[in-house]
């Protein structure tokens, strides 16, 4: 399965998300500074590689983790990659398409805009990283629902699948 | 292989594009055929970001529209990065945006269309696709050779 976090610029709600899930960041405590901003891809792309579908790595169920900005468009962006798994005929369960938006506060907002727009790293990312810090126990417990949900199924089905072929 | 034409919604320029792809209308034949053409000025805004199937060429190639809005740069990158996670070699599809296309008159007949002023933004419609047709056919002609002869 591939699931792809996406949020306005792909720089930071989704890339924590996707750190979350993939276990880089911690779930009994929330991270340092320096924890989130050595994440790769955090408060890095630019408004020009917005739409770019980035992989961030595997997670223990062997799903692939992607993140991805999609600014203001997430019911057309949803829209045009169900369509897509249509027309090449895939299962729709094979892409999983998780939105981080409703988890952003104003401070990410603020620090987003003044961080990638502005050009302003220096007053921008710690704004950004307050504001993910204020909102970090809701993506945890978002990643943790997808991951029960569905993390939990696929491998539940691969153990049947597993018990058919043993039979 | 797979042609996708973008625009606002998918079912005004993009449609004219396709149609003009797949030679169900020409620059002679004017505007008159446009709402005969499947899917021209029928939206649901809804639905915009799913593609939508116009029909198959002479080179078996689907041609397919798809609304974005104003972000068609966005989707495109988006696009080429799904259909590659689906594993399609580069030369299988195809991303073409017309936005650069899409007439002033087009734009302010959908903004009608959404205060449900429906004849108004019709005659609009109608006005800003004549414009597109020109302007298409000589946007079109630049991807002529990689559409036809991939």
């Given amino acids: 399965m591939r699931i792809i976090y996406h949020c306005y610029g792909g720089a930071h709600s989704s890339v924590t998300a996707a750190a979350i899930h993939l276990g880089w960041l911690p779930t009994d405590h929330i991270p340092s500074n320096m924890e989130l901003e ?33 600014r203001n468009a997430a019911k057309v ?71 029960i949900i569905y993390g939990y199924k696929e491998s539940q089905n691969d153990k049947k699948e597993f018990a058919g072929g043993e039979a | 292989m797979k042609v996708f034409y973008l625009c606002r919604t998918g079912h005004h320029t993009s449609i004219i594009a396709a149609a003009l792809h797949l030679g169900m209308i020409s620059l002679e034949s004017g505007d008159n055929k446009l709402y005969d053409l499947k899917g021209f000025d029928d939206i649901e805004f809804k639905d915009i970001g799913k593609p939508f199937f116009v029909g198959t060429d002479s080179f078996n190639t689907e041609i397919y529209t798809v609304g974005v809005w104003n972000d068609s740069q966005i989707m495109s990158r988006a696009i080429n990065d799904l259909v590659s996670l689906i594993g399609l070699r ?61």
Wanted: charged share 25%; net charge positive.
């Fill in chain 1, 38 to 70: 050595q994440l790769p891809y955090f408060d890095r792309p630019m408004s020009q590689e917005h739409g770019n579908i980035r992989l961030m790595g595997l997670d223990e169920f062997d799903n692939e983790i992607f993140i991805c900005g999609r």
């Fill in chain 2, 90 to 150: 580069r030369g299988e599809w195809q991303v073409i945006d017309v936005s650069p296309a899409v007439s002033r008159l087009t734009v302010a007949g959908l903004n009608l269309k959404k205060f449900r002023l429906k004849p108004l933004a019709k005659a609009l419609v109608s006005l800003g696709a004549r414009r597109e047709i020109k302007r298409l056919t000589a946007y079109l002609a630049d991807y002529q050779e990689t559409i036809l002869y991939h």
């Fill in chain 1, 77 to 147: 962006f949803e829209n045009l990659a169900r369509g897509l798994t249509e027309i090449y005929r895939l299962p729709p369960e094979q892409f999983l398409f998780i939105d981080v938006m409703p988890y952003v506060n104003w401070k990410m907002v603020l620090g987003g805009f003044t961080s990638r727009k502005m050009g302003w790293a220096w007053f921008g990312r710690p704004v950004i990283t307050r504001g993910v810090k204020f909102s970090y126990w809701k993506i945890v417990n978002l990643v943790q629902r997808v991951k």
